[in-house]
Structure formats: C-alpha cells, structure tokens
Nanobody, 112 residues
Framework: QLQLVESGGGLVQPGGSLRLSCAASGFTLDSYTIGWFRQAPGKEREGVSSISSGGSRKYVDSVKGRFTISRDNGKVYLQMNSLKPEDTAVYYC????????WGQGTQVIVSS
C-alpha cells in the first residue's frame, strides 16, 4: 500500500524548533520532488517548501531563512527554526505537485 507518513510535530514555544520527517511505504521518495505543505485551522492547504530529486530547494517567502528542507536515506526532513504562532498548522508531505493520497499529517502548535 502506498502511504506517506509524517512525524515530528508537537507543541513548541515561539522561537523554538522542530524537525519534521516524511517517510513513504510502498515506494521510495528518492526519485520525486517532495514538498511540505501545511493547513492551518480555517485555511486552505499551502505549499511551504519542496526539494527536487537533485536537491534543488524552494521555500515560500514566509519561511525563508527559518525552515530548511533536506533529504537523506529515503526520507525528507523539514527543520523548522524560529517558529512563530502563525506556523501553527497540520503539516503534510507529498510529491509536488501532490500525487499520492494525503497522509495523516503531523500537528505543529506554536504557542506560549
């Protein structure tokens, strides 16, 4: 069964850091451009960052300089530093553009 699994979310204070992980079962992420997406309460899902199979990275303006996407050993990571309350959302990974069924996501809450 083709499945994406996100992990690493949690509750963190403003200014804190989290590292999200994206893994796949039933296929390998290595040959795809993989994106991290997020959906805040009451808002549409938005793309946050992506990394191509060759390692080219893209970021939405609101996270530039704070988030870093990387890939290693078949997983894709999102290092999130200097977190802000507006980063609160459920974070998902998928191919970019999205092709596979969305996973459960991982909840990130930034609050004091």
């Amino acid at each position: 069964q083709l499945q994406l699994v996100e992990s690493g979310g949690g509750l963190v204070q403003p200014g804190g850091s989290l590292r999200l992980s994206c893994a796949a079962s039933g296929f390998t992420l290595d040959s795809y451009t993989i994106g991290w997406f997020r959906q805040a309460p009451g808002k549409e899902r938005e793309g946050v960052s992506s990394i191509s199979s060759g390692g080219s990275r893209k970021y939405v303006d609101s996270v530039k300089g704070r988030f870093t996407i990387s890939r290693d050993n078949g997983k894709v990571y999102l290092q999130m530093n200097s977190l802000k309350p507006e980063d609160t959302a459920v974070y998902y990974c998928n191919t970019d553009p999205a092709y596979f069924t969305w996973g459960q996501g991982t909840q990130v809450i930034v609050s004091s």
